[in-house]
T-cell receptor, first 117, second 112 residues
Framework: DSGVTQTPKHLITATGQRVTLRCSPR?????VYWYQQSLDQGLQFLIQ???????AKGNILERFSAQQFPDLHSELNLSSLELGDSALYFC????????????????FGPGTRLLVL | GNSVTQMEGPVTLSEEAFLTINCTYT??????LFWYVQYPGEGLQLLLK?????DKGSNKGFEATYRKETTSFHLEKGSVQVSDSAVYFC???????????FGQGTRLTINP
């Protein structure tokens, strides 16, 4: 058990809909990351938050948005869903914001499996 | 840009066989290198890491050495077990950034 929790575990929805994925980081971790795992794209970084502020952005679509709340939990919002958004979405957390170097271990949650029909 | 290339899978071995999964990277400067493992139905777990050249990461009998001259971080284990069956991901973080850049993953199956 990594200490990172994600809800829901599974989500089935229809094209055009909007969903919210939730992540609670390990106790004391200030950074939260979102990754998408799909068969064709592999594991891709979406976005990082550190202590409530956006720190880095990856291949995140404009239809997707995220935020980190004062209690440090994070939500990933996916809207106008398309079939191609079906994937496993992982949240990870790490202690926080070293500006130099990148050797911090990230701890991954179990993921939310999204199926868009 | 930064990238990671892993050997093509899937890999199937018999129990107690020697394992090597190749990983090479492209990055400027001095990235940190990681191996993560994903067991069926679970999230990713850190297996080992190395943060500077010539460092060796090791855990649960697995080892990998950060080789800057060959830009490689190959994963090895001397004697695999059925319980090692999983998908293995090589990854890097670049200096000044914390996002992980992953290879495509290698599915390993160990037969008894």
């Amino acid at each position: 058990d990594s200490g990172v929790t994600q809800t829901p575990k599974h989500l089935i929805t229809a094209t055009g809909q909007r969903v919210t994925l939730r992540c609670s980081p390990r106790s004391g971790d200030l950074s939260v990351y979102w990754y998408q795992q799909s068969l064709d794209q592999g594991l891709q970084f979406l976005i990082q938050y550190y202590n409530g502020e956006e720190r880095a952005k990856g291949n995140i679509l404009e239809r997707f948005s995220a935020q980190q709340f004062p209690d440090l939990h994070s939500e990933l919002n996916l809207s106008s869903l398309e079939l191609g958004d079906s994937a496993l979405y992982f949240c990870a957390s790490s202690p926080g914001g070293r500006l130099a170097g990148g050797g911090e271990t990230q701890y991954f949650g179990p993921g939310t499996r999204l199926l868009v029909l | 840009g930064n990238s990671v290339t892993q050997m093509e899978g899937p890999v199937t071995l018999s129990e107690e066989a020697f394992l090597t999964i190749n990983c090479t990277y492209t990055a400027t400067g001095y990235p940190s290198l990681f191996w993560y493992v994903q067991y069926p139905g679970e999230g990713l777990q850190l297996l080992l890491k190395a943060t500077k050249a010539d460092d060796k990461g090791s855990n649960k009998g697995f080892e990998a050495t950060y080789r800057k001259e060959t830009t490689s971080f190959h994963l090895e284990k001397g004697s695999v077990q059925v319980s090692d069956s999983a998908v293995y991901f090589c990854a890097l973080t670049h200096q000044g950034a914390q996002k992980l850049v992953f290879g495509q993953g290698t599915r390993l199956t160990i037969n008894p």
